[in-house]
DNA sequence: TATGTCAGTGAACGCGTGTTCACGCAATTC
DNA sequence: GAATTGCGTGAACACGCGTTCACTGACATA
């Protein structure tokens, strides 16, 4: 009743999810990777891996929960920082760019799964995407009094933007980087500004 | 001298192009797109393949220069309209999601290979989307007089949004496409109207 | 007309793959 | 202590793959 069993099942399992990590890189995707390489990098017996996962689907889904997942929290975490005070925007963007050079396995794998083969994988993205611009348009009719229709258009641009931009870090070099990450700063607050504009051209034409 | 072999060897070389395309769609990408897959799909021996291209790499870089060649006729596409008068903005980006929409093949093709496991690929996208971009910059500069970097940003931020929605456009039903085209003419407005208040502001500061 | 070139071919190869099956053996249950 | 459960295993399978090779025969050249 120890339940040690389940524990070592947890463990391999955890292995397995390991593996396929450490499979990922810029030149070998989810997509090139095989049940045969995963157990192997896991260091058990290739039927063994039926024992976790039905499909290599299965496991790759379980990817991008735990991808979603951290992002979401490390952002969260990000905009408790903000209340202090500072740049908003400079904090979040800052914190987003950072986890994309910090995660770059995850991060690419949610950006390839984002437009890859399988409609599973992508309405699973598109899932943790939406969630993201749910929160932060939640944010901007909190904080910042916007319309819920203007917050959602606003945060759902800005969340374009951002991914794109973190699409475009993975391949770039250090300078190349703080560049971009500037680059979008900017282009954030100008978004921000346009919602600003639209708001009160909305307001001048209702009276 | 007639050229009859070379003619030939044209065509074939066309077939192979044609069937790699065909064989492109939602389920099923470049990246799991076989050497044999494609000589059958064309109709000739797997070994004939060697005679036109060296490896699928090959072949693939040519499909992603095919996309290019077709976006750039989409940007010719949207300069004609513009000429026309109208909305600058819903035009253009109305030309854009028609182009996905009636291009989804080739699209989602660039699309995949933007965040691709080759870098070659990844280069050769990126190359597109720059032309793409650097195209809008000089338009904003030349006809709406804005200064260089702020061009640039707008410009960059238009792409980034209209290739994300482009993207989104290839899974969505009528209705959603509709939907979603309205949405990011509004979002083009919000940055055009955001890169406006941002002159302005750069102006007043000069003083 | 004789000679050379070269796109297309079919057989054959070795390889890595996903999946099946029956089995061992430790943890669990009764 | 006996019976059961279930994770991990190794052998075996059929399959599709990329690539090689020597060869054919229509076109090109001179």
Redesign the pocket.
């Known amino acids: 009743?120890?339940?040690?069993?389940?524990?070592?099942?947890e463990?391999?399992?955890r292995?397995l999810i390991q593996a396929a990590m450490n499979q990922l890189s810029a030149e070998h995707g989810y997509a090139s990777?095989?049940?045969?390489?995963?157990?192997?990098e896991a260091?058990?017996?290739?039927?063994?891996?039926?024992?976790?996962f039905?499909?290599?689907e299965e496991l790759g889904l379980t990817l991008v929960d735990e991808g979603g997942l951290a992002l979401r929290q490390l952002l969260r975490q990000s905009r408790q920082q903000i209340a202090k005070g500072g740049s908003i925007v400079r904090a979040s963007v800052t914190t987003f760019m950072e986890f994309v050079a910090n995660n770059t396995a995850i991060f690419r794998l949610l950006l390839q799964e984002k437009s890859g083969n399988s409609k599973e994988f992508r309405l699973a993205v598109q899932r943790e995407v939406e969630h993201f611009t749910a929160e932060l348009a939640d944010y901007l009719v909190a904080e910042q009094q916007f319309p819920r229709e203007l917050a959602a258009l606003q945060a759902d641009a800005i969340v374009r933007i951002v991914f794109s931009a973190g699409a475009d870090v993975l391949d770039a070099s250090g300078a190349e980087r703080q560049e971009l990450l500037e680059m979008t700063i900017a282009q954030v607050r100008i978004v921000a500004r346009g919602a600003e504009a639209t708001r009160t051209l909305a307001r001048s034409a209702k009276s």
């Open positions: 009743m120890a339940g040690i069993r389940a524990a070592q099942k463990k391999t399992r292995a990777l095989s049940l045969r390489e995963v157990t192997r260091g058990i017996a290739p039927t063994s891996f039926y024992r976790h039905q499909n290599m």
